[in-house]
């Protein structure tokens, strides 16, 4: 799966979610900066990826996160919820065939004040798939498609409208014939 394809599934079971009734997939600045945004709310934000041989570890991080009454009383009923929540998504993670859900994760509470006074939990999730190698997929242009035997040689790739021709001194492009 691409990361794209794994951002939209990530996306799609949070709207699935009964507790759920929003899902934004902003940085940190603009999902508190956005009005639009109905309570509960997921954010799920792609950080980065990592690729080790065969195998491209992609980072999320998750808010789940609900406005807070006056007076802070509903402060730990939310905690409580996202973190219900988190555990239903950390299920649908690991019986997921489509990826390795890396089960360490460090949830992390927050209230925050600028905007709407909301609190929360905030997550990382790591989700290793199997990349894609084959490079008959890979979209190229004017790429040679045999390799030449004997210089002068005008290869078939073009910088702008002419050919490049490449000689040598030497009888053979490779030390072996092929």
Not at 35 to 58: C, E, F, M
Request: glycine content about 4%; charged content about 15%; hydrophobic content about 40%.
């Amino acid at each position: 799966m691409t990361v794209k394809e794994i951002s939209a599934a990530l996306v799609a079971w949070f709207n699935s979610h009964l507790q759920i009734n929003s899902v934004t997939q902003y940085d940190n600045k603009n999902f508190i900066g956005d009005r639009a945004k109905l309570y509960t709310v997921a954010n799920v934000y792609y950080l980065d990826s990592s690729i080790n041989g065969q195998v491209r570890t992609d980072s999320y991080q998750v808010t789940i996160a609900d406005l807070l009454t006056p007076g802070n009383t509903n402060e730990s009923d939310i905690y409580f919820t996202a973190l219900d929540i988190a555990e239903d998504f950390y299920t649908y993670l690991q019986f997921n065939p489509s990826w390795t859900f890396n089960k360490s994760s460090n949830s992390q509470k927050f209230t925050e004040a600028d905007g709407d006074r909301i609190a929360g939990l905030t997550f990382t999730v790591q989700l290793q798939s199997i990349r894609t190698q084959n490079r008959c997929a890979i979209p190229l242009n004017d790429i040679p498609t045999t390799i030449p035997k004997k210089f002068p040689y005008a290869f078939p790739i073009s910088f702008g409208n002419a050919p490049v021709i490449i000689e040598s001194k030497f009888p053979y492009a490779f030390p072996v014939e092929l």
